[in-house]
């Protein structure tokens, strides 16, 4: 198969941009996009010219580097996989695809289809994680945790951090993401001590890095690779009133916030 790609170009985010077309070579169907993109790359750099700049790792649907808006939908067609885990068999022959990098205000450009993410790493540094003395693994498994709880946690603690929930908002609200992050810590019996400075902390980092805020449309949850649900966004508005009411110093032990 063959397709026509209408890729974002932008040297710089001081650069303009625009779209380029470019012909695909002969592409297997059972290609992933990434691959289809390194084979086109291939062709580029053996004509002389930039190849696309994009972002990957894992390639396997688990780092939340990829981070493409394909055909306006951020990881593409399909729902619950991120672009990485897109195959070109999701395509015809001879389609033409439109391939955008997320656009946030805080998720600035560097280059083509790349942008900065380290907010996302800024509001985890603000209270991401649990300073308190766990214990060793036996004492983990000592402490009872339900089933409930258990599993709420760990859907939560499915979001990669792609960005994709950011990229898809009309606003660029960041909500999924952070109540994502701060409620796989907030369900569990070990992320209790912290719980309220927690969430404080990240929805203030949230705000200073320039996310707007949520008006529930759920495009985040519709596009989130792991389909983390809306459902999280109201649990951390619930814990953050409450730390707002208990008036705790927002500063978690050992975090930048
Ligand atoms: S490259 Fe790691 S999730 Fe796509």
Not at 60 to 71: A, N, P, Q
Request: aromatic fraction near 6%; hydrophobic fraction near 40%.
């Amino acid at each position: 198969m063959k397709v026509k790609l209408k890729v974002w170009r932008q040297k710089n985010a001081n650069s303009p941009g625009g779209f380029k077309t470019y012909e695909s070579p002969a592409l297997n169907a059972n290609m992933s996009f990434l691959e289809m993109l390194d084979v086109v790359n291939e062709e580029l750099a053996n004509r002389g010219e930039e190849p696309i700049a994009f972002d990957h790792d894992c390639r396997e649907g688990i780092c939340g580097t990829c981070s493409l808006v394909i055909d306006g939908k951020p990881h593409g067609p399909h729902k619950g996989i991120a672009t990485c885990q897109t195959y070109m068999r999701s395509f015809q022959n001879g389609d033409e695809i439109v391939v955008e990098p997320f656009r946030a205000k805080a998720f600035p450009l560097i280059k083509d289809l790349v942008v900065d993410r380290k907010a996302f790493d800024r509001i985890q540094n603000a209270g991401g994680f649990i300073s308190v003395r766990t214990g060793s693994a036996p004492d983990a498994n000592s402490i009872l945790v339900p089933k409930e709880n258990a599993d709420l946690a760990m859907d939560a603690a499915q979001c990669i951090g792609c960005g994709a929930c950011v990229a898809a908002c009309k606003n660029a609200s960041a909500m999924l993401f952070v109540a994502a992050k701060v409620s796989h810590l907030g369900l569990l019996p070990q992320g209790q001590p912290e719980r309220y400075r927690r969430v404080q902390a990240m929805v203030e980092q949230m705000d200073t890095e320039g996310f707007g805020a949520c008006t529930v449309t759920g495009s985040c949850e519709a596009v989130c690779p792991k389909e983390i649900s809306l459902d999280f966004i109201a649990r951390m508005n619930r814990d953050y009133g409450v730390a707002l009411l208990k008036g705790e110093p927002k500063q978690v032990a050992g975090g930048a916030g």
